[in-house]
């Protein structure tokens, strides 16, 4: 079975950029196994009234179609409840991960920043 | 370990339980048979992936076979190697959405980017996936 974990950085949650932010760090692998728990993270967040997801990926070592379909999901949702917005982090390096972004299309629809502060920067400029 | 071996595992492949916990074996399957074969960690990597989309179609849409099984197995021509999922469903198939905001149908569009060809053969009671890829 693959190793994949989820956890809230209640470090930077917010830090500055309004209560409606939150930052979600994901590491392993994110397959058709993990996606449901990637799905109730994110859903769980949005229910409490966060509008702007910060998604760190830079530990992720595998990432599948469902998963992307779940993020592309929570895009949509959070767009059609007043300009909210997912974006993500990934370091540049991490070919697992960005190179399916590139195949899927998906970095033309979600912001890819390779730093949480870059991240937290353009969601502040953004909300 | 060339092709003897992946012959081998052509005869004896991969049964694994019709589960979500089961694709990391899958996925280790895959890159452990294709680095066998040859190729280096980056085809190695888009066969894995190709095989894991495969795998999770057969977990989710087809049936596994009377053990609860589906099977992923491996056979090779020459400088192409090919990695077969197979599960006891009949296939009734969608077509790829192209839209970039679908929460779905991306499988089969992201397993024709990383491979060289799939082919989709549909029985009664009966689905398999081909993943070919051709050794550079």
């Known amino acids: ?19 409606d932010v939150a930052v ?14 990637l799905r109730e993270r994110i859903v769980e967040h949005i229910a409490a009234g966060k509008r702007r997801l910060v ?15 779940v993020l592309v999901g929570a895009l949509v949702r959070l767009q059609g409840v007043g300009g909210g917005s997912l974006v993500v982090v990934c370091v540049e390096d991490n070919d697992k991960v ?11 629809v979600i912001a890819v920043h390779r730093t949480r502060e870059e991240a937290l920067s353009a969601l502040a400029v953004a909300g | 370990m060339r092709i003897a071996d992946t012959g081998a595992r052509a005869r004896n492949g991969l049964r694994l339980p019709a589960h979500a916990s089961q694709l990391g074996a899958a996925r280790d399957y895959a890159w ?5 074969f040859g190729f280096d960690a980056g085809a190695c990597d888009e066969l894995a992936f190709a095989v894991n989309e495969a795998v999770t179609n057969a977990i989710r ?24 999922v197979r599960d006891h469903g009949t296939f009734l198939g969608s077509p790829p959405n192209r839209s970039l905001l679908a929460e779905r149908g991306r499988g089969f569009t992201l397993m024709m980017r990383l491979t060289d060809a ?19």
């Open chain 1, 55 to 69: 998604l760190d990926l830079t530990k992720v070592t595998f990432i599948d179609s469902t998963a992307i379909g």
């Open chain 1, 1 to 19: 079975m693959g190793f994949f974990y989820i956890m809230d950085d209640m470090e930077n949650d917010g830090l500055g950029c309004g209560e």
């Open chain 2, 32 to 36: 452990q048979t294709a680095a066998a």
């Open chain 1, 24 to 37: 979600l760090t994901a590491g392993g692998d994110i397959d058709y196994g993990a996606t449901p728990q």
């Open chain 1, 98 to 108: 960005m190179r399916i972004f590139e195949i899927a299309g998906v970095d033309n």
């Open chain 2, 61 to 84: 849409h087809g049936a596994p076979d009377e053990h609860g099984q589906i099977s992923v197995t491996a056979t090779t021509n020459g400088d192409r190697l090919t990695l077969s």
């Open chain 2, 118 to 136: 799939v082919q989709l053969c549909i029985g009664l009671g009966s689905t398999t996936v081909h993943l070919s890829k051709a050794r550079a």
